[in-house]
């Protein structure tokens, strides 16, 4: 009977503990959250997307940084999502079980989860010293570097969940494979795909280390892609480790705008998944 | 008539075949580029460490100077903040992930189990940068004024661990980059094991409960045996997160290139000296030496990452022969 009753309490302890580990991990990420909105809202206003950064002590926005950012993440998808994709794609329909996949597939993980300020260091060395200066067009490289893994592993998940009889379909009519590919098997697993696209953008957007020393900063505004260019993440950084309350309050302002724009995504991207029932490994 | 359409239909096929022939090697040269992308980075990462290796040597890695002054480079400092760190992290997050798995596998109530995953891992999603403001801003001030003198005064004059706690409460430091990294790493950590937990074969736990063992008993005496090799993969992960995390850690770590056994102590991590010091690097020696911290965080978290990958790559395959 005391055994039993040991094992019982055994039991509500370790059930009691397991519940306030649970709500240690949303109350932190409740106070992350909050910190976040009651700072960033107090700096929030329109002049953030109508100026530039400005010098300290006077008033200004985030204009060319958020252009900045956008830009970059938009060259960086352009750069990686496709060769991410047929990467997959190879994974999926034409290696498989190969040696060549296997190696490949573990590869990429290790991509997925390398530091990515060592992205920087490579593109630094690849794209900065050839140029001999600090660019967009690195800044871009370096993103789409670190989209790519995402774009490779949630393609191949994702086909492989298209089931095997539509390629028999297809092939049975007669088709190439690239056919059944691109006509059958892309539009079947669509909202996977598009998933996996939303995941790598949520990805790329809050990335700070890479730019450091690509796209390195810039006070002023500009469109040259061959010259450095602000970004939110350097442009927070800066900003929230300097001794300025105005550029601290900047740089809360700044945070709040990539944190909301990361989370929307994730929470779509999620939402697709569930509401076309496939599966997405966001975090890995 | 029926030879004209026999030449075109030819003409369609061979197009068709070529257009696979090009699709197919397009895929294949994409596939291969991954394979490329990371030789690239071993290289370059080699190039750039090379005149920094052949200065120092092997003495690099051991080296506890960092003087650009007089150039000379050693890794010691930043290594021992990257270990030191990623070890604080895991302590503090492997208790709270297994605890998190075990609810929301076990004790949550279904309809809470959606929300509640989506909370911890909306926590993944959180970019890094936000968890180094929100370090240096809310977390550094309350360690500094509250938590820090407590453990000072408390655990400071204890034999051995008080060793850990010794000097004035900066509020940034080891132990604070430490506990950023932790909340940090506790979303893949618990995901990976609720994975694990929940690929558990029902016919084992059944078993266990028919003969009379509590949940808990289940958990750990059914559950975690069985699912060891994931969980352990999971925390190796986690862990090679927060070895290469740079960003967070260099809100809250100090910056400072010394080696010192108190947690409380300004300190620097491979990565952190890397950001804040690669532009303003002078000298190629300088430079070169920031390359060589790189190099050694990639084999670092190289063999982290790729053991974690190994042993989970060895679950899955196993747990499909199970099932």
């Known amino acids: 009977m005391s055994m039993l009753r040991r094992r019982r309490i055994t039991n509500a302890i370790a059930f009691i503990a397991s519940t306030i580990a649970t709500a240690i991990g949303l109350a932190l990420l409740c106070a992350i959250l909050w910190t976040l909105l009651s700072n960033g809202f107090a700096a929030m206003s329109w002049t953030l997307f109508t100026q530039m950064t400005p010098a300290p002590g006077s008033h200004g926005g985030l204009l060319n940084a958020i252009y900045g950012s956008l830009a970059m993440t938009v060259l960086g998808i352009l750069v990686g999502t496709p060769i991410g994709m047929l990467a997959g794609t190879y994974l999926a329909e034409y290696g498989r079980h190969s040696k060549l996949c296997t190696v490949v597939r573990f590869i990429n993980d290790v991509l997925l989860s390398a530091p990515s300020i060592i992205i920087g260091l490579f593109v630094y060395t690849l794209v900065v010293l050839r140029m001999g200066h600090f660019s967009a067009i690195a800044g871009a490289v370096a993103l789409g570097i670190i989209a790519m893994p995402v774009m490779v592993r949630t393609t191949e998940d994702m086909l492989n969940l298209v089931p095997k009889s539509m390629r028999d379909g297809s092939a049975g009519l007669g088709a190439q494979p690239w056919r059944t590919i691109t006509q059958i098997i892309y539009p079947a697993a669509r909202s996977g795909i598009l998933t996996g696209l939303l995941l790598a953008i949520a990805r790329v957007s809050g990335e700070t280390a890479p730019l450091l020393f690509t796209a390195l900063n810039n006070q002023f505004w500009t469109a040259k892609l061959n010259e450095p260019m602000a970004n939110l993440p350097v442009v927070i950084f800066q900003f929230a480790m300097s001794p300025y309350p105005d550029w601290q309050h900047l740089a809360w302002a700044g945070a709040l705008l990539i944190t909301g724009f990361v989370l929307i995504l994730s929470i779509i991207a999620r939402s697709i998944s569930t509401l076309f029932g496939q599966h997405a490994n966001p975090g890995e | ?323």
């Open chain 2, 1 to 323: 008539m029926d030879a004209i359409d026999h030449k075109a239909l030819q003409v369609h096929l061979r197009s068709e075949a070529r257009a696979e022939g090009v699709f197919r090697t397009a895929t294949l040269i994409s596939a291969l580029f991954v394979l490329a992308l990371l030789a690239g980075v071993i290289l370059a990462l080699i190039y750039g460490a090379w005149p920094a290796l052949k200065t120092f040597g092997f003495g690099f890695v051991s080296g506890q100077k960092w003087n650009p002054v007089t150039d000379i480079y050693g890794a010691a400092g930043p290594l021992y903040g990257t270990v030191v760190t990623s070890l604080i992290a895991l302590l503090i997050a492997v208790p709270l992930s297994f605890g998190i798995a075990v609810f929301l596998t076990e004790t949550c109530p279904s309809w809470l189990r959606g929300p509640i995953s989506t909370g911890i891992e909306l926590l993944a999603s959180i970019p890094s940068i936000v968890y180094g403001i929100w370090g240096l801003f809310v977390l550094a001030p309350i360690l500094q004024h509250t938590v820090q003198p407590w453990l000072i005064s408390h655990v400071g004059p204890l034999p051995y661990i008080g060793k850990l706690f010794q000097g004035p409460p900066f509020g940034i430091g080891l132990l604070t980059a430490g506990i950023v990294l932790a909340i940090m790493v506790l979303p893949f950590i618990s995901s990976v094991m609720r994975e694990v937990f929940r690929m558990a074969p029902a016919s084992l736990k059944e078993a266990a409960y028919g003969l009379g063992a509590t949940q808990w008993n289940v958990v750990w005496d059914v559950v975690m045996p069985w699912s060891r090799a994931g969980v352990i993969g999971g925390i190796m992960l986690g862990l090679g997160r927060a070895l290469g995390e740079t960003m967070a850690v260099t809100f809250v770590i100090g910056n400072a290139h010394r080696i010192s056994t108190s947690l409380l102590a300004p300190a620097t991590t491979i990565s952190a000296a890397i950001a804040n010091e690669f532009t303003e690097a002078v000298g190629d020696l300088y430079t070169s030496a920031l390359f060589a911290l790189g190099l050694l965080l990639f084999v670092l978290t190289f063999i982290v990452i790729a053991s974690a990958r190994l042993l989970l790559l060895r679950l899955e395959r196993g747990g499909v022969r199970r099932a």
